[in-house]
């Protein structure tokens, strides 16, 4: 484990940039060792600017997207053409304006019984990463996630059950707080990314920030905690209103 790289972008533009260079760079290093890269995506609306950089023509053909393999680190419990789908997000932004085999492309079932959709998703997971479990979890080459003004990350929302959960990669965890269930990703599987790109925006953030990097240990009010035990690289992209709360020596 190391201490996160954290970087403080002027604006949310700046901040898509950023994330769209550094989503590169780690694909094209992934190809670079002769094989396929693999990234979890995120929802919300701070990842969509990013996606549309990404399908624009300053990156879009600076990965082999023949060569990706693009699944969901959490879902809403809804149909893939619903509003709330972060699917449907991914799709509409990205993954329709890029050369992706349908093949490659992951998604949570959402519109399926919430466990059964989380077993089908773990049973996708064993089949591209070479019989992953929970004792053995699957090393994505970068996955991205949101942060929620309550601390929550992926859908691993404060108090639900899905924090102490260690023997599932992905599990339907009831969030009373949102009168919902929602699909995500466990804690190991988070824990065992190579790299983690923490997308941030907005001074609504600034309180969850300073709690996720710098305030004391309390992972079941504040899940986004538990990144500080990531075996990987953790990059916290932040803007400056976002960042406000953090020491200051923070980003420098």
Known sequence: MSEPEIVVTK????????AARRFVQVVAGAQ????GATVALS???TPRALFTLLAGDEFNDKIDWRAVDVFWGDERTVPPDHADSNYRMARETLLSHVPIPESRVHRMHGELDPDDAARQYESELASV????????PPQFDLILLGLGGDGHTASLFPGTDALSVRD????????PQQQTTRLSFTVPVLLASREVLFLVAGADKAPAVY???????????????????AHGHV????????AANLGDDAGG
Request: no cysteine; aromatic share 6%.
């Open 11 to 18: 604006d949310a533009a700046e901040l898509a940039s950023i």
């Open 32 to 35: 670079s060792e002769g094989r």
């Open 43 to 45: 929802g919300g609306s």
């Open 129 to 136: 990463f070479d019989g992953a479990t929970p004792d053995n």
């Open 168 to 175: 599932r990669l992905v599990v339907a965890n009831p969030v």
């Open 211 to 229: 709690r996720a990097i710098e305030g004391p240990w309390d992972p079941n009010q504040t899940p986004s905690q538990y990144l500080r035990q």
């Open 235 to 242: 990059v916290w992209l932040l803007d400056k209103a976002a």
